[in-house]
């Protein structure tokens, strides 16, 4: 069973950092598209961050020079280090894997963790 799993929110004032982690299980993730997104109260969820197998990454604009992400293969994690935190940060961030291998060369798809709170206050 296939389960991203995320730790690291919670409540910071602004201008500090966080860093959260997602830990998979039940596949191989080396092979997946990993990202975070987050989700504010009334608004639709947004990508944050992507990174590929590869270790590519890409951004959202606002978020680009302070959030870094990274993932380690051989832990099945994928981390995300917040800097310089700001209120317009404070949502419910949730770890996303789009394809994981379950089985010699069988894959599933769109994965979610159940995702952690980040607050930010000014």
């Known amino acids: 069973q296939v389960q991203l799993v995320e730790s690291g929110g919670g409540l910071v004032q602004a201008g500090g950092s966080l860093r959260l982690t997602c830990q998979a299980s039940g596949g191989i993730f080396s092979p997946s598209v990993l990202g975070w997104y987050r989700q504010a109260p009334g608004k639709q969820r947004q990508l944050v961050a992507g990174?590929?197998?590869?270790?590519?990454?890409n951004y959202l604009e606002s978020v680009r020079g302070r959030f870094t992400i990274s993932r380690d293969n051989a832990k099945n994690t994928v981390y995300l280090q917040m800097n310089s935190l700001q209120p317009e940060d404070t949502a419910v961030y949730f770890c996303?894997?789009?394809?994981?291998?379950?089985?010699?060369?069988?894959?599933?798809?769109?994965?979610w963790g159940q995702g952690t709170q980040v607050t930010v206050s000014s």
């Open positions: 990174i590929t197998s590869g270790g590519e990454a």
């Open positions: 996303h894997a789009d394809r994981v291998l379950v089985y010699s060369d069988l894959y599933e798809y769109n994965f």
